[in-house]
């Protein structure tokens, strides 16, 4: 489990679109900051609990990937 804190950026988001974007945890609890926000791995543990309990909507953000991360068998 990763420690660093996890940037989301909305602006670099791959499904940043109305629909989605109205339905994500990031805009409905701080309005989609322009600058991004930082959350910790606690953080986001915290959101996905709310989320599965129906509290809040789950976090949407779909970001790039460098490279497909393929493990040896």
Same mark, same amino acid.
């Given at each position: 489990m990763s420690t660093d804190p996890?940037?989301?950026d909305c602006d670099s988001c791959l499904v940043r679109?109305? /629909? $989605?974007c *109205?339905?994500?945890?990031?805009?409905v609890l701080l309005g989609a900051?322009?600058?991004g926000v930082?959350? %910790?791995q606690e953080?986001? %543990? $915290?959101?996905?609990?709310?989320?599965?309990? *129906?509290?809040? &909507? &789950?976090?949407r953000l779909v970001t $790039?990937?460098? /490279? &497909?991360?393929?493990e040896a068998g």
């Amino acid at each position: 489990m990763s420690t660093d804190p996890v940037r989301i950026d909305c602006d670099s988001c791959l499904v940043r679109s109305p /629909s $989605a974007c *109205g339905d994500c945890v990031v805009t409905v609890l701080l309005g989609a900051p322009p600058e991004g926000v930082c959350l %910790d791995q606690e953080e986001l %543990d $915290a959101i996905d609990e709310l989320a599965r309990g *129906g509290l809040v &909507p &789950p976090l949407r953000l779909v970001t $790039a990937v460098s /490279s &497909p991360q393929v493990e040896a068998g």
